[in-house]
């Protein structure tokens, strides 16, 4: 792989996993464009390595509440950190079984699916602009809201479908607070990419050359760094609701790429 397009890779990777306008489908549309051929072979392990720098980023902007919530597991004291921790387990479920038994059928959806990646950025879009538009709420998300939002997570793992745009959309529906539901979404995310690259290793799905190093590590280090930066970033702008601007990015995008497919097909 060429250096530059992984750099590119990771500082759209990083950008994206963060801001409400999905990873996965920015991914798929910037391998397209820059037509990385090499990528192929290595497209497993180099996205396993993006998503694993950008999980260490979001621990790193919310270190002190990983570490309340590590503690709260093991505190019956502390009963508001041991709720919260239980809630970010349930809201896993529905990823855990969708990653389990629809693995394949997700994997073909990551290969030039263009015109179908499209498709879903217009679901993000619409999705983002009915969130904006609802009025302002203070709820704490409770434990029926957290598997509501796991739902939205498993359902993002099609590419096109924002996670952070879907979950954080789904808890302002349901009247969460916009930082309480920004946090929620941020964390919730952190097991399931760490167990997912355990998971790959262990299997051997996916295996390391020397000769692969140099992209991967010009990769990791853009997502870490583009994703300190996007992450504070949106929360910022979740507080500011600004998702609207967000939804017609969405929009634009999705049908740009959408013509584009037609096109070429």
Not at 24 to 30: D, P, R
Not at 47 to 60: E, G, I, Y
Not at 92 to 119: D, K, T, W
Request: charged share 15%.
């Amino acid at each position: 792989m060429e250096l530059l397009d992984a750099l590119i890779l990771g500082i759209i990777q990083g950008i994206t996993e963060f801001l409400p306008v999905s990873s996965s489908g920015h991914l798929e549309l910037a391998k397209s464009i820059l037509g990385a051929e090499g990528l192929a072979e290595q497209q497993l392990s180099f996205t396993v390595v993006l998503h694993f720098a950008t999980a260490l980023s979001t621990m790193v902007i919310f270190r002190k509440d990983i570490g309340e919530l590590i503690l709260g597991l093991f505190n019956t004291k502390d009963s508001e950190s041991r709720n919260f921790a239980l809630k970010i387990i349930l809201s896993m479920i529905p990823a855990v079984v969708i990653g389990l038994f629809f693995e394949e059928a997700l994997e073909s959806l990551f290969s030039g699916q263009v015109i179908f990646v499209g498709g879903m950025l217009l679901v993000t879009g619409g999705l983002l602009y009915i969130a904006d538009r609802s009025k302002e709420n203070q709820k704490k998300v409770s434990y029926s809201h957290a598997v509501i939002i796991g739902i939205a997570q498993g359902i993002a793992m099609l590419p096109g479908i924002s996670r952070s745009g879907a979950t954080i959309a789904t808890a302002v529906l349901l009247k969460v607070d916009k930082s309480k539901a920004a946090r929620f979404s941020f964390l919730m995310v952190i097991p399931l990419i760490f167990g997912k690259v355990a998971k790959d290793l262990l299997s051997g799905t996916i295996a390391f050359e020397g000769t692969d190093s140099p992209g991967l590590i010009m990769g990791f280090c853009a997502a870490f760094v583009s994703g300190l930066l996007a992450c504070q970033w949106m929360l910022t702008l979740v507080k500011k609701s600004k998702l609207f601007y967000f939804a017609i990015y969405c929009l634009c995008v999705g049908s740009i790429a959408i013509i584009l497919g037609l096109i070429n097909n």
